[in-house]
């Protein structure tokens, strides 16, 4: 989603910007925009609808020449992805420009205020709102103090600034990150942030601000991040960081910090047509790389969190990582006992859940942005319980807030769609749930054999990838398709509901997932000859009551395409088609079912023509709640 940049320093800023730009695409964006102080000292904005490469050629040969300057990609949510609702904003007469990441709630009736006072908007967003009100508290605070003592003096002018921008802000009700750059002020950017994160880098000659690390970490290499509740004054040489609520100036002590240990690699080369394919390929490489001493080697847990058995773990999260979740509740419950409740981060935030004693939070995100899970967890934080992060990028707010996280160690996961993330986090949670059951000393012959056949899902997953063009080809069959049902029981019926999830947002075909169980009580309905079932039938303890569903979908005419296991005859018998897996411990069977539905996905929506690593609405980084 959108993204921020700032830059001032003695560099050019404008290729830092589309750099930082270039850095940010991976967060899906739908227009971008940069502005940089011109010779005669005037804003310059340059923005348009579409991609950075579009921005590049509008600039073409002429970069704008300037020290300092503001960028922005912006994923629509107030008004559609036009040039003119593109970022930055201007406020007053072209006195400020502005770039805004969040969402302003109460937009509407501030903009009602603001054109009753005379101000014109050009854009349909809330941004533009923020820029005009910025204007206007500056414009009412410098005029007071002008009227009480007469010309102001630079330290006076400076000071009515910021109480101007601190009044605008107090009007605001929502999320915000922001930069901004003011036309008679050449020497220093404001951030400020609520709820939206804003991370500032020190560069040799200067700073950099952005959404995150990797917009900035091409030239930046100390960091800081903006707290909630302040406002940065950044210049070349300085960075002051000043409260949002007190009246003075007084700042705040910084602590830079060095780029992490776990510093998320970010290697932007390709080697496969798409992203989604190459990260769907690397799979057996971060699971190498995961199981690699998995016996006794817990040393990357946080394990003063985790030693102390929990009574109860809360798992929260969303989309894939909320998939995830679910397939750990079904394996901590069924290895170690401990009860486990998974719950959509964005319901959880909003509703009255009892407190009780000796719960552990295990907050799933693979970017550690997401909006809805930092709000669930910081709701959860009042409880004064331990709380753990599992994430894969290192620095992000998620890992910051968290009492202690685990680390995916994946890489940048570049495409839209979640694939390597998904497997790490389930690799994860098995092996959480092995160390509590180790700990709650539970079926302790049980656990060495899933051990060893944990080591053996890696190759597993390279066996299912080299069989992907007969995947690719069962996917063509299915081009036309309307409709699809997954479903799966147990250990899989997570699978099922992320393998619906893969397909409909990659290749927009309505797919639902549903418990195998339940398809009797309602779904089955839906089942025709244009509705194609796509179940999980591995070898487990649900294997026959799955076959006896797809019984009932084959007698009513339903198409079944299967994931089974090679010489099931009575599989062969039911489905239409089947893609075979290679049998594992039912408990971790999921991490290898869920591969050929990856590429069944990737491979429909290739064939349907569809942007797979960019899916049209969607974003990696979902900023906004
Ligand atoms: C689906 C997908 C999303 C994310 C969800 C949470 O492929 O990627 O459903 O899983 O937006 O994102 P994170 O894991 O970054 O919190």
New binding site residues.
């Given amino acids: 989603m959108c993204g921020i940049l700032g830059y001032i320093g003695s560099q050019q800023a404008t290729p830092l910007l589309l750099e930082g730009l270039r850095r940010l695409e991976y967060r899906g964006y739908d227009s971008v925009g940069i502005s940089t102080m011109s010779d005669n000292g005037n804003l310059n904005v340059l923005k348009t609808a579409g991609r950075v490469d579009t921005l590049t050629d509008l600039i073409g040969n002429h970069l704008p020449i300037s020290n300092m300057g503001i960028g922005h990609s912006r994923w629509a949510t107030h008004g559609p992805a036009t040039r003119d609702n593109a970022h930055p904003h201007v406020g007053g007469n072209c006195d400020l420009a502005l770039v805004h990441n969040g969402v302003i709630e109460n937009h509407d009736e501030l903009r009602t205020r603001l054109e009753s006072l005379g101000f014109y908007f050009k854009s349909g967003t809330d941004s533009e709102v923020i820029a005009h009100l910025i204007h206007w508290h500056i414009t009412q605070r410098t005029k007071l103090q002008s009227n009480a003592c007469g010309e102001l003096q630079e330290q006076d002018e400076f000071r009515s600034r910021i109480q101007g921008v601190r009044r605008a802000l107090k009007e605001l009700r929502g999320s915000y990150a922001l930069v901004i750059m003011f036309r008679d002020q050449p020497d220093y950017l404001l951030a400020v942030c609520n709820g939206s994160p804003l991370i500032i880098g020190t560069t040799d000659d200067g700073h950099l601000i952005g959404s995150d690390k990797h917009a900035i970490s091409h030239s930046a290499h100390q960091f800081t991040r903006l707290e909630d509740q302040e406002l940065a004054v950044i210049r070349s040489d300085s960075v002051q960081i000043l409260q949002k609520t007190n009246p003075g100036l007084a700042s705040r002590e910084i602590l830079w910090k060095e780029e992490d240990t776990h510093s998320l690699s970010f290697d932007d080369s390709c080697t496969y047509s798409h992203r989604t394919l190459q990260e769907i390929h690397e799979q057996p490489l971060t699971l190498k790389h995961m199981l690699s001493n998995i016996e006794d080697d817990f040393h990357s847990f946080p394990i003063e969190f985790l030693n102390n058995l929990p009574k109860r773990i809360l798992i929260l999260?969303?989309?894939?990582?909320?998939h995830a979740g679910l397939f750990g509740k079904y394996i901590i419950e069924a290895i170690s006992g401990i009860p486990v409740e998974v719950e959509y981060a964005s319901e959880f935030r909003y509703r009255e859940s009892p407190y009780q004693e000796g719960t552990l939070l295990l907050t799933?995100?693979?970017?550690?942005?997401?909006a809805d899970?930092l709000g669930a967890l910081r709701e959860f934080k009042q409880r004064k319980q331990p709380t753990v992060a599992i994430c894969?990028v290192p620095g992000s707010t998620l890992t910051e807030e968290s009492d202690a996280t685990i680390f995916l160690n994946v890489g940048l996961e570049n495409g839209?769609?979640?694939?390597k993330?998904?497997t790490a986090d389930c690799a994860i949670l098995s092996r959480l749930a092995m160390l509590w059951g180790y700990q709650k000393d539970v079926n302790v012959s049980r656990l060495s054999l899933l051990i060893n056949d944990f080591h053996t899902i890696p190759q597993m997953i390279s066996n299912v990838l080299d069989a992907k063009e007969s995947i690719k080809n069962v996917a063509h069959t299915y081009e036309d398709a309307k409709r699809f049902l997954f479903i799966g029981r147990g250990f899989d019926y997570p699978t099922a509901l992320e393998g619906a999830?893969?397909l409909k947002?990659l290749s927009y075909i309505s797919a639902e997932g549903y418990a195998a169980g339940e398809l009797k009580h309602g779904p089955l309905a839906l089942v025709d000859d244009q509705t194609i079932t796509v179940a999980l039938a591995t070898p487990g303890r649900t294997y026959e009551k799955v076959l006896s569903n797809l019984e009932e979908i084959r007698c009513r005419g339903g198409q079944i395409l299967a994931i089974g296991v090679e010489d099931d005859q009575r599989l062969k018998r039911v489905a239409n088609n089947v893609i075979y897996v290679q049998k594992v411990d039912e408990f971790l069977q999921p991490l290898v079912n869920i591969i050929p539905l990856q590429l069944f996905a990737f491979y429909l929506a290739l064939a349907r023509g569809c942007d797979v690593d960019r899916p049209r609405n969607?974003a990696?980084?979902?900023t906004v709640e």
């Fill in positions: 999260a969303c989309g894939t990582s909320y799933i995100s693979q970017s550690g942005e997401t899970t894969n839209v769609a979640a694939t993330s998904y999830l893969k947002e969607l990696k980084s979902v």
